[in-house]
């Protein structure tokens, strides 16, 4: 097996870096004091107002403790996983010896559930009529222990304790034993990616080889003929599960779950966004792991599809709610959109393994323009009520009254019964400082400029950068590099795919920035003292944004942009019927911090307004505009629909 | 009971009326020549490249001829019907003795599957289980009933042939036997509406007015508490028919069949719009024969609802393919669109029944609008291939990969399994002539400008018009007014509201247009001669179109029109990518007559297209439009889709 790719730098130890920032920290102490709680509380079914979750019931259920019946989603499992998988990260921040004695239950229940041969999944075992692995397309155990090894990774990495990684390894023999190429060994692959990428987390932990080599199979195996999801379909007498009904081939849907190719051979991304950005996530791993050059030109293939063809400019991803899928190129409508949260998690992951393989700054400006729209957009204040789907465009009455936009919230809803999100958005904020630095044995690589510390060895030197902002709001960043020796080595610095004008200086002295640019990286190589101050300044003018010509829905419009945050009018400042509203000719934006939602910086904007009067008795007429002048006022994309249920919208006309 | 309004004009006979008209004449010979056999074969399952129809072989089942299972849709018997009513038509245009001898047999076939008391419906007949009148939600009976009346009048009319108006009335009076507010009938209505408006019809046409009587009912009773097809769900212990299982309170479907309220207390169009304009045909039926004034608000209400802010300016109706449904107040997306022609017929029944109570231009401008492009537009030159939806813009590869628009076809499809739109168009097509004039004794309206000759009696005099034209190419019409002998009387013809400025003369001499309008109609009121000439002239300019800037999809753009035709381009004169396309902001139209698409005028326009160079390698980028100069050709709308597979917009950005 060949190694991470020499000229990359590789993920620090979450240990390593602590994090402190303005923006992000409220976030994330949110997760830690009312996410983990409650969702433990939910899986406990001890949340009157909740969907019954059964979680943990399911387990005491297949341990043989209690008496009962499965009940939930057949994934249902995985919702222990990803709080576990939270609580560790959020372990590694600060702490808490309660939380960490309810993992340690909750692991001590899994363990008690495992079956001896280590097969694990409550829906199976407690339902008798569900045969192991016989069903891959529709019931989900490899993602089920995905998860799980996930979580297993990531609490064994968290606390040390090996007893979850003795779990979760055990399962993963197990799964290794029954699925590969060999004679006797399953043909087959699972109808969800997940388990994938949690293999490789299982060979980084463990270093054992046998992990990757079975995430290396179920992604060479994918797509392949004989099509081994046929075959089990025609075994099963071509029923569903779900409907008890004879159902069609599943080389009919098979690009929904990214089968209807060889992995290496797909270009395009299709079909249920999560599935897509879990399966590159892994197919990024493989690629690095095994210097898998035909492995990385098809990420690099797809990555490109999505980010310059399919990607909203919020960072979501999912043209369509049918599927929660990807449509087409240049197919992004706003308000029939998916765009997912989870989607854009998923996002992250792939771009941070890409980043692994190759310090480029697009993968982590999209990881920045993801965190900083959709993600953020997630969740509310109170951390109970949630954005699943985020929308470009909102007219409330149109997600009760148009069939096709009954998806689109225009408010944050509560915890679902299906807790894809929540989950998902606690584990990646808990471990947001994942994201920040990589490192490699001369070069600390500094992403994003999120308030943390890091330290690290550079060159058999310890070093330590600490960055201090009021990012995104302001453009001045500073980071501090301290090293416990004057030493040669490099500090590069992404300069932001959006900026137009950036001055970095060391110690009081500009840089010429075009003298050391590396891929969008600042790589400052030099004697190092003990203590030097770098300073970035990142121009945030008010930017109109355009898309391509080739998508349809933006057509004549622009998007407000300011620094990383994209922008967005509502109705409770700018009035109903927002699309009736336009962006001047010249805007004279001005820019404004105030106190509502939480301390955001506003812009203002001058614009038209088409005039609705007289258009009482006809729906059309004689082509004759009127508008009036008006003063519009945008605020950031992430904090919409705080404010009461109204209209939203981002991409605004424009005149010419 | 009441009679029309006085003030109102009545319909005139079809045998009094004939056609002959250069852009219709074709339609109309098409579905003689090659829709009506075409689809006797269909019925009779002798065409191998058509769906199953089963039809006649289910009437022959039910009639005990043959044995077997019903197959088709529960609604089946009205393929029979409609091409029975088409044939009626048809045989008033043109005798025919030997489709006169296949409608007879069909006729005695539906004689022989009837039961001696009256009832039929083959599906229910042949499925015992299904017992008649206790699914009135799902099974449709009455709808079935409706449109075998329709049927039954129209060919009685034609003919004379008294047979099937017997069994016609028989069904009829079984119905009125079973219906009602009288205990011990049942007190419901169908889930479909369409018998209320054939009973109209079977009133008119025997005078009898217990079946007048029995519409009121249906419509009287539908919406009102107790609530009637909740109580029938309740006793089939919720079950439905088609799934065979529990299924939800018909009341939270209630307004998808505008059941929602009583139909005198709604206001806004909702649910599907083929029911709802059938149904509101039947309301406005009602509101002249018993002069019911309340009845008549609530017509014209929802008459306004509709054309005001639910009416493509196609004069295609239906929002959402989800339901073929009306969605809410100026949502009209052009993409995902249904506007099923099916539903524009209805919109012209509705519309004609309007112009019986009302001689008000606005209904003729709808019948008109509906006409020259959604009707036109549905049916492909070899009679054998329809738009069932008619969408203002397509982009063929997202009807194959939007999920949204997949019943959005770029090309006509053939005849369906589910035959709604072929054979109500056919039947519409062979009535066309009936929505050309309504008289009353002394007063012959011109609605429409169709080629065509009318024979009629004002103030007791013979009168004849004589329409010709070379509509909707040429501005000029003329209408010969022929008069047995001198008399005063009058002829009342439209000024069509899409018209700037009509010029009106009697034998060479203008008329003073602001003198003699009453409600768009130029009324000529005068001792005419036995010879008269009026010729109107319609200036017709290119012009461009606006909507209400409250429709969304349409804002800053604008539809071409030019008479009573809207105007598309099409990617095969303007290259793909429609929406990059915008009109100058002089245009500076030309037109031109040209052979293709069976000779139309074609428009050009100055406009510009947004650059595509320079965004292969972006999604998103800093506002700076770049364009060139085109020339834009533009077709009617009725013609698109007839040069293969390609991009079309009705709505185009406006520079301004």
Not at 288 to 295: H, S, T
Not at 415 to 426: M, S
Not at 467 to 473: A, G, Q, T, V
Not at 569 to 591: H, M, R, T, Y
Request: with cysteine; aromatic share 10%; net charge negative.
């Amino acid at each position: 097996m060949g190694q991470y790719n020499k000229t990359a730098a590789g993920e620090l130890p979450l240990a390593d870096i602590t994090i402190s920032d303005s923006f992000w920290d409220k976030q994330i102490e949110l997760v830690q004091s009312v996410v983990i709680p409650y969702q433990w509380e939910v899986l406990n079914d001890r949340v009157p107002e909740a969907a019954q979750s059964h979680a943990i019931q399911n387990f005491r259920i297949a341990a043989g403790l209690e008496k009962g019946d499965f009940y939930g989603f057949f994934f249902q499992d995985t919702d222990l996983y990803k709080w576990l998988e939270a609580v560790a990260y959020s372990l590694t921040i600060k702490n808490d010896e309660k939380l960490s004695q309810l993992a340690d239950e909750a692991i001590a229940l899994m363990g008690s559930a495992q079956c001896d041969d280590g097969y694990l999944n409550t829906f199976v075992q407690i339902r008798e009529p569900v045969k192991r692995f016989t069903n891959l397309e529709e019931c989900h155990e490899l993602y089920t222990a995905g998860h799980m090894i996930e979580a297993g990774v990531a609490y064994y990495q968290a606390t040390g304790k090996k007893a979850i990684l003795d779990i979760v390894s055990k399962f993963a023999d197990y799964i290794d034993s029954r699925f590969g190429y060999e004679e006797g060994k399953i043909h087959g692959y699972d109808g969800h990616q997940e388990i994938e990428l949690a293999l490789v987390r299982l060979y980084k932990a463990t270093k054992n080889e046998r992990y990757v080599r079975l995430a290396k199979y179920f992604l060479d195996a994918r797509g392949t003929e004989p099509f081994y999801l046929e075959e089990e379909w025609e075994k099963r007498s071509k029923i569903s599960y779900w409907s008890n009904k004879e159902i069609s081939s599943p080389r009919e849907r098979a690009a929904y779950f990214q089968a209807h190719k060889p992995v290496r051979e797909q270009t395009e991304a299709v079909g249920h966004a999560v599935r897509q950005v879990y399966m590159l996530t892994a197919m990024a791993d493989i690629a690095a792991l095994y210097q898998d050059e035909e492995m990385k030109a098809a990420c690099k293939t797809l990555w490109n599809n999505i980010v310059k063809k399919q990607m909203y400019i919020t960072g979501g991803i999912g043209s369509t709610g049918a599927g929660e899928a990807f449509t087409y190129d240049y197919d992004l409508p706003n308000d029939t959109i998916y765009s997912e949260t989870c989607a854009s998690i998923g996002l992250i992951f792939f771009a941070q393994r890409m980043l692994m393989m190759e310090n480029d700054r697009c993968y982590a400006d999209v990881i920045e323009k993801a965190l900083f729209n959709v993600i953020m957009s997630s969740m509310a204040k109170d951390g109970k009520h949630y954005f699943y789907v985020n929308p470009l465009e909102v007219e409330p009455k149109a997600s009760i009254l148009s069939p096709i936009k009954g998806h689109v919230k225009p408010v944050r809803q509560k915890w679902f019964g299906c807790a894809c999100c929540p989950p998902n958005l606690a584990r990646l904020l808990t471990s947001l400082r994942g994201y920040i630095y990589t490192g490699s044995a001369d070069t600390l690589y500094i992403h994003q400029f999120i308030g943390s510390e890091v330290k690290t060895a550079l060159n058999n030197t310890e070093v330590k950068a600490q960055i201090s902002s009021n990012y995104p709001w302001n453009e001045t960043i500073t980071i501090r590099i301290l090293a416990e020796e004057e030493r040669d080595f490099k500090i590069a610095v992404r300069i932001p795919g959006w900026c137009r004008k950036a001055v970095l200086t060391v110690d009081g002295e500009e840089i010429v920035l075009s003298s050391c640019m590396e891929k969008g990286y600042a790589v400052l190589s030099r004697n190092w003292k003990r203590e030097n101050i770098v300073t970035l300044t990142l121009a945030m003018p008010v930017e109109e944004m355009q898309a391509s010509p080739r998508v349809r829905s933006d057509l004549g419009k622009a998007a407000i942009q300011r620094g990383p945050l994209v922008y967005c009018v509502e109705e409770i400042d700018n009035g109903n019927n927002l699309p009736a509203l336009s962006l001047s000719k010249n805007p004279a934006f001005s820019i404004k911090s105030e106190e509502i939602l939480d301390g955001v910086v506003t812009i203002t904007a001058n614009g038209l307004r088409e005039d609705e009067s007289g258009w009482d008795d006809e729906l059309y007429a004689p082509y004759q505009r009127k508008t009036k002048e008006v003063t519009m006022k945008a605020v950031p994309y992430y904090s919409w629909g705080n404010r009461g249920e109204g209209e939203m919208l981002v991409w605004i006309r424009k005149e010419v």
